[in-house]
C-alpha cells in the first residue's frame, strides 16, 4: 500500500473512532492531517458523552509529538476545533495562551474553552473559573474583545474581569446573555456589576430575559417596571422581587402563575410571606385557581373568603383533602365537602365537632384512613358496623373492642370475613372454634397446625466472650392457622445489639420426625441506636419438636 493509500486508509480509521489513531505507524500518528480528523470524530463523540479519558489520551499524544505543537497553523486549527486544547498546546519556548489570536479561535470554537465539550467554565454557587484564565497575560484580560468571549462564553466572570471593563456596557451584556445564566438560580456576581449598569434598562432586560430570578440585582426603579415585569415573570420566579404595585397587577401575577418556571417552593405565588401576591389579588377566583394549577397546596395561602367558600373550596378538596384543615368554618360544617375531603386523604379530626360523630362521616373516615382517633372515644363501642368496617384495614382495633362482643360468635364470624388477622384478637373460645377457623382461612386444614404448638418459644443465654452485656435471645411464637413470628437479638456490649422480628408461616410435619418449618416474609427491627427497618425476606428455619419446647441446632426454646 503507498503512502497516499495509507494515509487515505488512516483519516478513514480515526474518523470512525478516534482510538485507532494509537495503532497507526509512527508517521501517521504525527500526521497533522490525520491527528485533526481524530480530533474532529472526538469531539463529535465527546457531545454524546463520549469516554473523557479517550479525549486526554488524544492530548497526551498531541503533547508527545513537539513537531505538531511547534506548527502555530496546526495548533490554530486544533483549537479551532476544540477549545479544551489550548492549555495542552504549550512547546518549547512557546505558550499559545499568550498568542492573541489562538485564545480568541479556541474562545470561539464550538467546543471552547468554557463550554460543556470543554475544560473550563465550572459553576459553583460563587464564581466562575477556568484554568486556562488563569494563565491568560495581564495584557489580554485587558483585552475587551477577549473579555467579551471569555465573559460570554463562562470562561471567567465578573470577579475576574478588570476594574475598568466592569462598566462597560458591552462586557455587562456579554456576562448576564452567557448561556450559564439560563438557570432556575440567581448568579451573585451580578452584585459586581456598578450601580450604573443595574439600572441600565437594556442590561436587565437583557438579564431577566435569560433568567428572571436576576431581577432582584436591578435598581427599584427598574423593579417596578411593568414590561421588565412581565418579561421577568415568564422567565423565572421574579414576582416575590416586584414593587408592590406590580404584585397587586393582575397581568402580571398571572403571567407568573402561569409561566413556565412556577414557583416550587411557595416563596412566590400566593405565599404567606409578604413578597408575594397583594391581598386584594388573593381574593380573586381566577388568580387562586392559577396557583393552585400549580401547586394546589397555593389554597392555604387565599383570602378567607375563599377558603370559606363551599363551592370554591371543593375545587381544592377534590385534589388534596388535607387542605380541609385549611377551610373555614363553613366549609369545615359542609356535609358534602367534608366528605370529598375524607374521600382524598383528608382527616375528620379537621372537620368541625358536629360532624365528627356523625355515622356517615365515621364510615367515610374508616374506609379511607381507617384512624381510631376520629370521632367520639365511645363511637366504636357503640356502633358494630363501624367497629368491622374498620377491622376490614386495622384488625388490632379489636383490642379495644368490649370483650363481650369477641366473644360473640356471629361477630368473630363477621371479622375475620372481613379481615382474617382478627382472628388473634378474638376470645379463646372462638380461636378455637373450627367455623371460625374456616371462615378466616378457608383454604387451609387446621389439623395441619396442631393446637397443642401454639403459644410462644423462649431461649436466653447469657454471653460474655464479647463483654458482660452479652446475650443472645430469641423467641419463636406459633399461631392458629399458620400465622407465626420470630423475635431475635443479639447483645454485645451495652451499646451494641441487633434486634429484629420477622414475621410469616408456620407449617407442622411428623415426617420422619415431628418438625416445625418457619417462613419468614418480612423482617423488621433495626441495629444499635439505628431507625426501625422493614423489608421483604425468604428465610427458612426448621425446628425439631421435643419435650417441653422445640430445637433448632444447639437452642433449645423452652414453651412459656
Keep these: 500500500m503507498g503512502d497516499a493509500e495509507a494515509k487515505a486508509a488512516a483519516l478513514k480509521s480515526v474518523t470512525q473512532d478516534p482510538e485507532t489513531l494509537k495503532g497507526l505507524s509512527e508517521g501517521l500518528q504525527s500526521d497533522r492531517d490525520v491527528v485533526l480528523a481524530a480530533m474532529v470524530a472526538l469531539t463529535r463523540e465527546t457531545e454524546r458523552d463520549f469516554s473523557s479519558n479517550s479525549k486526554m489520551n488524544l492530548l497526551t499524544h498531541v503533547q508527545s509529538h513537539e513537531e505538531l505543537l511547534g506548527d502555530r497553523a496546526f495548533v490554530l486549527e486544533l483549537v479551532g476545533i476544540n477549545g479544551l486544547c489550548l492549555q495542552h498546546c504549550n512547546s518549547k519556548g512557546r505558550d499559545y495562551v499568550n498568542d492573541r489570536e489562538v485564545l480568541l479561535t479556541a474562545l470561539r470554537s464550538p467546543n471552547g474553552i468554557g463550554s460543556p465539550g470543554g475544560i473550563g467554565g465550572s459553576y459553583n454557587s460563587t464564581y466562575y473559573y477556568d484554568k486556562v484564565w488563569d494563565k491568560v497575560p495581564k495584557e489580554l484580560k485587558a483585552d475587551k474583545e477577549v473579555v467579551l468571549l471569555a465573559v460570554h462564553e ?67 426603579s427598574l423593579r417596578d417596571d411593568r414590561e421588565l415585569a412581565l418579561i421577568a415573570v415568564a422567565n423565572g420566579d421574579a414576582l416575590s422581587v416586584l414593587s408592590e404595585r406590580l404584585r397587586d397587577d393582575k397581568e402580571v401575577v398571572m403571567r407568573a402563575l402561569t409561566s413556565k418556571y412556577p414557583a416550587e417552593r411557595l416563596v412566590d405565588g ?26 394546589v397546596f397555593q389554597f392555604r395561602f ?15 378538596l377534590e385534589r388534596e383533602g388535607k387542605l380541609l384543615s385549611s377551610c373555614g368554618a363553613t366549609v369545615k360544617a359542609d356535609r358534602e365537602a367534608v366528605l370529598t375531603a375524607l374521600r382524598n386523604g383528608g382527616l375528620l379530626q379537621d372537620a368541625a365537632e358536629s360532624l365528627r360523630g356523625d355515622r356517615e362521616m365515621l364510615l367515610e373516615a374508616v374506609k379511607a384512613s381507617a384512624q381510631v382517633s376520629d370521632g367520639p372515644q365511645d363511637w366504636k363501642v357503640a356502633d358494630r358496623g363501624l367497629l368491622l368496617a374498620m377491622t376490614t384495614r386495622h384488625p388490632d382495633v379489636l383490642e ?21 388477622g382478627a382472628l388473634k384478637y378474638l376470645s379463646k373460645e372462638n380461636q378455637a372454634d373450627p367455623d371460625v377457623g374456616k371462615a378466616a382461612h378457608p383454604n387451609l386444614n387446621p389439623l395441619d397446625f396442631p393446637a397443642h404448638l401454639h403459644g410462644s418459644y423462649d431461649y436466653y443465654e447469657k454471653d460474655e466472650s464479647y463483654s458482660d452485656w452479652g446475650s443472645s435471645s430469641q423467641t419463636l411464637t406459633l399461631e392458629a392457622y399458620g400465622v407465626a413470628k420470630y423475635y431475635q437479638q443479639v447483645v454485645m456490649d451495652r451499646d451494641t445489639d441487633d434486634t429484629y422480628t420477622t414475621y410469616g408461616k408456620w407449617s407442622y410435619s411428623q415426617d420422619p420426625t415431628p418438625t416445625v418449618t418457619f417462613k419468614g416474609h418480612t423482617k423488621t427491627g433495626k441495629q444499635n441506636y439505628g431507625s426501625d427497618t422493614t423489608r421483604e425476606v425468604s428465610t427458612e428455619t426448621i425446628f425439631t419438636v421435643v419435650e417441653g419446647g422445640v430445637q433448632c441446632g444447639r437452642l433449645l426454646l423452652k414453651k412459656l
Excluded: W
Design 400 to 420: 379495644s373492642a368490649p370483650k363481650e362482643l369477641c366473644a360473640e360468635k356471629a361477630f368473630a364470624l363477621e371479622a375475620v370475613q372481613c379481615n382474617s
Design 270 to 295: 400566593l405565599s404567606s410571606g409578604a413578597k408575594s401576591a397583594s391581598n386584594r389579588l388573593k381574593e380573586d377566583k381566577e388568580v387562586v385557581l392559577a396557583a393552585m394549577e400549580q401547586n
Design 154 to 220: 463562562h470562561v471567567c466572570g465578573m470577579r475576574t474581569v478588570p476594574e475598568e471593563l466592569k462598566a462597560d456596557k458591552d462586557v455587562a451584556l456579554a456576562f448576564v446573555t452567557c448561556s450559564k445564566f439560563n438557570k432556575p438560580f440567581h448568579n451573585p456576581e451580578m452584585e459586581l456589576l456598578p450601580p450604573a449598569l443595574l439600572a441600565d434598562r437594556d442590561v436587565i432586560s437583557a438579564a431577566v430575559s435569560t433568567n428572571g430570578r436576576l431581577l432582584r440585582y436591578a435598581s427599584e
Design 302 to 316: 387565599a383570602a378567607e373568603s375563599l377558603r370559606d367558600d363551599v363551592p370554591f373550596a371543593l375545587q381544592a
